[in-house]
């Protein structure tokens, strides 16, 4: 993922003693957990029987979000200089109701749920988070896309003066971050437009006031602080097929069979992990869900669609 950096390096890994003692502290909780949190339905799906949830301090610290800069830490050390309310999203293209809505107008009325999900990044860590949000769907038919939106395309907010990895000439990307789906993934039970985590808002490291969540998918798909809904029949092109597309592609599925050029994805670190322990798991096709999703990709080669 990171251009100057290999993922893989030492430097990366979460080594304090404090991810020790936080792991040591949740897996006492863990009984506890497993009775109180239990919910039903869709939300355990892809749930495996040794997942437990990542720390709190480790899902909002360690973070991936280069408009605030490429190291893990940056993120929460910058991002609350970005300024979320008001939040204003436009919605475009092939739908019936376009324009500029409020942030809170959009997800009025709509219920918010609580989804524990795997949460695989390219880089080949892993995180179990309960995040609370919306079905995708749920919001998107709100504007009554037409039948030739075969796509959904999102964009990050582009705002340099409260986001410092936009500044200057030191990124290679091309913002605004986007990302999309296929209309049918956006409209998958489980693809979920995220507002908050651990049963509170979204810290802005993590992509307040929202994000998508694509739990099938690798981390880069669920692109963050969302300002921008455009429904469209071509594919869009996301950043990272646009900076490297022999590396990453659009659909981005967890897949352990298909290798990133730089490194295999066959097993992934599930944090906390460091150095000296190295909490290597192996990963799963679809990251789990392939109960729920390898349907939508029958017939399609996946070597070919990565
Ligand atoms: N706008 C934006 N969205 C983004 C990113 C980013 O750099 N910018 N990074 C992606 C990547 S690579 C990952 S792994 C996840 C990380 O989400 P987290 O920090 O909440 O764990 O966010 C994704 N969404
Ligand atoms: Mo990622």
Redesign the pocket.
Known sequence: ?LIKQPPDIPGSEITSEQAFLNRRQFMKQGAILGAGVGIGGTAQAGLQADDEVTPEAI?TS??????FGTDKSD?AKYAHEMTIDPWTVEVSGKAKKTGKFAFEDIIKGLDVEERIYR?R???AWS?V?PWNGIPLKKILEQFEPSGDAKFVEFR?LVRPAEMRGQRGLFSSIDWP?L?GLRMDEAYHPLTLMVTGVFGKDLPN???APW?LMVPWK????????IVSIRFTDRQPRNTWQALQPSEYGFYANVNPEVSHPRWSQARERRLPSSLFAPNWRPTLPFNGYADEVADLYAGMDLSKFY
């Open positions: 993922m899902v360690y973070n991936n979000f280069y408009e993120p949460f990044c390219v880089e995180m988070v990050t971050y990302e490291q993590n992509g994000r690798y981390g880069f798909k669920s692109v963050k602080s």
